[in-house]
């Protein structure tokens, strides 16, 4: 493994096997000249160039110091998950996480309007993105609050999944912010995110979004479903005008059953 030209102090371009190839590890680049022999048992992650060409063009663009901590931080989440992370947004990791210090640098916070949901979906991711501010403070002094460590966890949660798209991610969880409000506004009320009531709603409607999206749901009783539409008539109405805004904005339906199951959720939130 022979290094064609060194990115930075931990990365060089190699060939091997007649391939040409980004190594990563920390410090392989170390009193390393072009054309010298790269000791392989410092290698930690080895990338195709002609696959990784963004790859290669962020290592040049973004700070060394940037690069290596977002790597800790993959490492760190891979340990925490016991799985290896999908390399398909490694370099979106990495950009994401060094504009974020760039940011903070210049005194500029942004608030992540999806926090409360982040941390009920995904919270284990949460828990790694709050490990990862405070690796980042250790490492480049700098301060971050819990909305970052919202963002990193939606990065996190989506190269957990086989191809995933943070886009995705981001957009689902739009949804249930979205269906969450819907229901404040409609019975006129604050849902505390400390409490059960709001998880379990929060997490049902993940699955709710998750089932329409794959043609799949519940299959309630039909007689159930008309106790429950009876019964609980307000918090059905509430469910009902959840589904409409759902169709109208992301042009999604939910059916009839899965609109019950909703009614519960939100019966409870009522009487509280």
Known sequence: M?????LNNNAVIVVDDGEEKIAIGSGVAFNKRKKDILNQYKVEKLFVLKENEK????LLRIPESHFTVSEQIMKYAEEWLGTELNEHIRVQLADHISFAIEREQNGIHLKNKLLR??????????QIGLWAVRHIEEQCNVQMAEDEAAFI????????????????T???TTMIQDMVQTIRDYLNIEIQES??????LVTHLQFAVTRAKSYDSHVMDKEMF?????????S?????????????SYNLTLPEEELGYITLHIERLRTL
């Open 2 to 6: 022979k290094i064609k030209k060194i």
């Open 55 to 58: 790859l290669q063009q962020l």
């Open 117 to 126: 949901e982040i941390k009920v979906l995904y919270p284990e991711e949460f």
């Open 153 to 168: 966890a939606l990065y996190i949660h989506t190269m957990k999944m086989q191809g995933g798209d943070v886009h995705q």
């Open 170 to 172: 981001v957009r689902q």
């Open 195 to 200: 409490d059960i009531s709001f998880e379990r």
């Open 226 to 234: 008309n106790m429950i539409r009876t019964k609980y008539s307000s």
């Open 236 to 248: 059905f109405q509430c469910a009902k005008e959840v589904g409409a805004q759902l169709k109208t």
